[in-house]
């Protein structure tokens, strides 16, 4: 099989002949593999997972992010098959309709990928093969809950959980602090969700350009000032384009987990959870009533941004891990602490 990049340049190597097409993108992630490509953030893309071998330990079908994996394609150095009582890695793939390739050079292809930044490509058998320039449709309205999805709690707040992408690892955050959950689809209108009457909303991660998802940047727009707000990765982009900013497309995105992130009030730092090709713009802020309140220590790209009056902020790393660190799990202790007027 063959990898064909739209720079032209061409990829060899051995896989079960499944064609797929998307931007090919790089993840640094070592484990979590099988809830990486899950995670709905990676919805139309092909993975190059740095790391020489996965699929060591086969699928835990109990701790995906969703109930099938996103990427359109996956490739690898190394194809393992690990001990394991559910299906490998592979087997997995190949039954979702994932195409993957191994014995790829994915250290030298992740640096090609470094300087020319993320291309589009088809993973085919014919290296001739002509590569699509764009997509059909923005990936949220494929990953999106169709109807809306009640999850009762105990003791805790009403949560409206806007879905975007949402991985389950959020939802199971939620509930651990006995909250009731209130999924709504991507494109629900500001109006029913306060007919609800939750006691906060949360905007979840997703896939693709936020900048074109101009309904539900409307919908945000309407519900700022209504009640606390925060959001997760393309959540946050959303809130920050909402109030007036701006976002922009990174060269290569930062995808993996091992991403070291500084918070600016604290001025502590710690080491994140990862998945966006696309950054908030920080000059953009000025005059919105934003601040940046966290940075990437890699690049000095904004990784979480806050209202100065109002109670609504986001983060654009991933609090919940999965795959990765737990580091900056207080997210949701301050989300729920927020909707009793507390920040």
Not at 33 to 45: E, L, R
């Amino acid at each position: 099989m063959y990898l064909v990049l739209e720079d032209g340049s061409c990829w060899e190597g051995f896989g079960p002949g499944i064609e797929v097409k998307g931007e090919v993108v790089f993840d640094t992630t070592p484990v979590g593999y099988p809830q990486a490509v899950s995670d709905p953030s990676f919805a139309g893309q092909i993975v190059v997972f740095a790391f020489p071998m996965i699929g060591n330990y086969g699928v835990d079908l109990e701790r995906l992010e969703s109930n099938k994996p996103w990427a359109s394609g996956v490739v690898v150095t190394s194809m393992e098959k690990g001990a394991f009582e559910g299906p490998s890695f592979s087997e997995w793939l190949i039954e979702n309709g994932v195409g993957w390739m191994k014995f790829v050079d994915t250290r030298r292809l992740v640096i090609h990928l470094r300087e020319r930044g993320c291309l589009r490509g088809a993973m085919c058998l014919d290296k001739r093969k002509e590569i699509p320039l764009s997509q059909e449709e923005h990936p949220v309205k494929t990953v999106s809950t169709k109807e809306v999805i009640r999850l009762e709690g105990k003791r805790g707040p009403k949560i409206a959980l806007v879905d975007y992408g949402v991985k389950r690892n959020i939802v199971r955050e939620l509930q651990k602090r006995d909250c009731t959950v209130i999924i709504f689809p991507h494109n629900t209108e500001a109006e029913e969700i306060l007919r609800e009457d939750p006691d906060g909303i949360l905007l979840s991660n997703g896939p693709g350009d936020p900048s074109l998802l101009e309904a539900e940047i409307k919908t945000v727009g309407d519900l700022i000032g209504q009640k606390p707000i925060a959001g997760i990765c393309l959540g946050m982009q959303i809130l920050a384009l909402a109030v007036g900013g701006m976002t922009e497309k990174l060269k290569y995105g930062h995808r993996g987990a091992n991403h070291a992130v500084k918070d600016l009030i604290s001025g502590k730092g710690f080491v994140t959870s990862q998945n966006h090709g696309y950054a908030v713009v920080e000059s953009s802020l000025r005059g919105t009533g934003m601040i940046v309140t966290h940075v990437n220590l890699g690049d000095g790209s904004v990784e979480g941004i806050m209202h100065e009056k109002l109670p609504i902020w986001g983060v654009q790393f991933h609090p919940e891990g999965s795959p990765g660190p737990l580091d900056y799990e207080c997210f949701f202790d301050k989300f729920v602490a927020s909707t009793k007027g507390v920040l």
